[in-house]
């Protein structure tokens, strides 16, 4: 049916598999692990620093179709997802669709009839 080396069906069955590997030791190490502890925080901000190289990154050297689309424009989007987020006492979800909502809105506007 298909030329690829393994059946999707095994494919998504392994990485199942793997995920849930971590997810059960997880569960098994949870007492053991202090939340406050210096591992757990350099994991924290470790995560803050790959999430902020991936905005930086998505904003200032896009590729694809994001990267027809103005700079002014891909600025305003981060400010208005900052300052929601910021005014809504620092909820990620309204920030993101507010960003987003601002993205669309101005590509489409831009782009005219």
């Given at each position: 049916?298909?030329?690829?080396?393994?059946?999707?069906?095994?494919?998504?069955?392994?990485?199942?598999?793997?995920?849930?590997?971590?997810?059960?030791?997880?569960?098994?190490?949870?007492?053991?692990?202090?939340?406050?502890?210096?591992?757990?925080?350099?994991?924290?901000?470790?995560?803050?620093?790959?999430?902020?190289?991936?905005?930086?990154?998505?904003?200032?050297?896009?590729?694809?179709?994001?990267?027809?689309?103005?700079?002014?424009?891909r600025l305003a989007a981060v400010?208005?997802?900052?300052?929601?987020?910021?005014?809504?006492?620092?909820?990620?979800?309204?920030?993101?669709?507010?960003?987003?909502?601002?993205?669309?809105?101005?590509?489409?506007?831009?782009?005219?009839?």
């Amino acid at each position: 049916m298909t030329d690829l080396p393994h059946a999707p069906l095994t494919v998504v069955l392994v990485a199942a598999a793997a995920t849930f590997v971590w997810r059960a030791l997880g569960a098994i190490l949870v007492d053991r692990i202090d939340p406050e502890g210096a591992v757990v925080r350099w994991f924290t901000l470790t995560s803050y620093a790959l999430l902020a190289a991936l905005v930086v990154r998505l904003v200032g050297l896009p590729t694809g179709s994001l990267g027809g689309v103005s700079l002014a424009i891909r600025l305003a989007a981060v400010a208005v997802t900052l300052g929601v987020w910021w005014l809504t006492r620092r909820n990620p979800l309204l920030g993101v669709l507010a960003g987003t909502a601002c993205f669309i809105a101005a590509v489409t506007w831009t782009a005219g009839p």
